[in-house]
């Protein structure tokens, strides 16, 4: 029986030791056996952990590219809006009362581009909350008691 192969097949994940037995025509019992001494679940697990973390890193690439992209964007745009504000002052350009509003605006939104949480960033303080949040309950749910046992011999007290 080539274990190699079926550990790897197992590892890789979207089977059951059950039928992976049936499959390649093995004792289910033995197969057990022998997965539960090399610790095959435990790398099964470790292995999901890895592909997991390895998704989050590369979406959380591409969201900075997009925040990258976005802020330089931004800043572009922030740039034809200062040289039009500088213009508009010095006399060079006329603009309506629309136009004013228009660019208002568009400074308005480039603050808000440039002040974006990422998602990540967003799921990460929501984790952190409820981390805290637990802590805070497991610490309330302990006793404000404190109980002092002394063996044997005399005991002098000092405030």
Do not use: C, P
Not at 61 to 77: G, W
């Amino acid at each position: 029986m080539d274990w190699k192969k079926l550990k790897a097949e197992y590892i890789a994940g979207g089977t059951s030791y059950r039928k992976l037995a049936e499959k390649h025509n093995v004792s289910f019992h033995t197969l057990r056996k022998v997965a539960a001494k090399e610790g095959w679940k435990k790398l099964q697990d470790e292995t999901r952990s890895k592909a997991a973390t390895k998704i989050v890193e590369i979406e959380s690439n591409k969201q900075a590219d997009r925040m990258r992209r976005l802020l330089s964007v931004s800043d572009i745009l922030l740039d034809a809006v200062e040289d039009a504000v500088h213009k508009f002052q010095a006399g060079e350009l006329l603009l309506d009362k629309n136009a004013l509003k228009a660019l208002s605006g568009t400074i308005k939104d480039i603050k808000e581009i440039q002040n974006i949480k990422t998602q990540l960033d967003i799921e990460e303080q929501k984790a952190r909350i409820s981390n805290l949040k637990r802590q805070a309950k497991e610490d309330s749910e302990g006793t404000d008691e404190i109980v002092i046992t002394v063996e044997g011999g005399d005991v002098e007290w000092q405030s």
